[in-house]
């Protein structure tokens, strides 16, 4: 039994959601929302998912070792552009 203020890791909640809802390209919207807000990510906020999904991306490329396209760090740059546009509105 796990103590009440435990918190699952990113990669326990990607193990349990795989067990529930079965392999991630099976998955419709309600189930990827669900999953989504079990990760703490706002899906009403597509700007800023966006970042957070180019982020972690971008993080895995380089904890492999594995260079990170180019382009996705375009998209990235483009994205923050986009959200301190936002922000000085």
């Given at each position: 039994m796990t103590d009440e203020?435990?918190?699952?890791?990113?990669?326990?909640?990607?193990?349990?959601?795989?067990k529930l809802f079965g392999p991630e390209e099976e998955w419709n919207d309600d189930v990827v929302e669900f999953v989504l807000r079990l990760y703490d990510v706002d899906t009403a906020d597509t700007t800023a998912y966006g970042k957070k999904l180019l982020n972690n991306f971008v993080r895995r490329k380089r904890e492999q070792g594995e260079e990170v396209p180019p382009q996705a760090l375009i998209l990235l740059a483009e994205i923050e552009q986009e959200l301190?546009?936002?922000v000085t509105e």
């Amino acid at each position: 039994m796990t103590d009440e203020n435990e918190s699952l890791t990113n990669a326990e909640i990607a193990k349990l959601a795989r067990k529930l809802f079965g392999p991630e390209e099976e998955w419709n919207d309600d189930v990827v929302e669900f999953v989504l807000r079990l990760y703490d990510v706002d899906t009403a906020d597509t700007t800023a998912y966006g970042k957070k999904l180019l982020n972690n991306f971008v993080r895995r490329k380089r904890e492999q070792g594995e260079e990170v396209p180019p382009q996705a760090l375009i998209l990235l740059a483009e994205i923050e552009q986009e959200l301190n546009t936002q922000v000085t509105e």
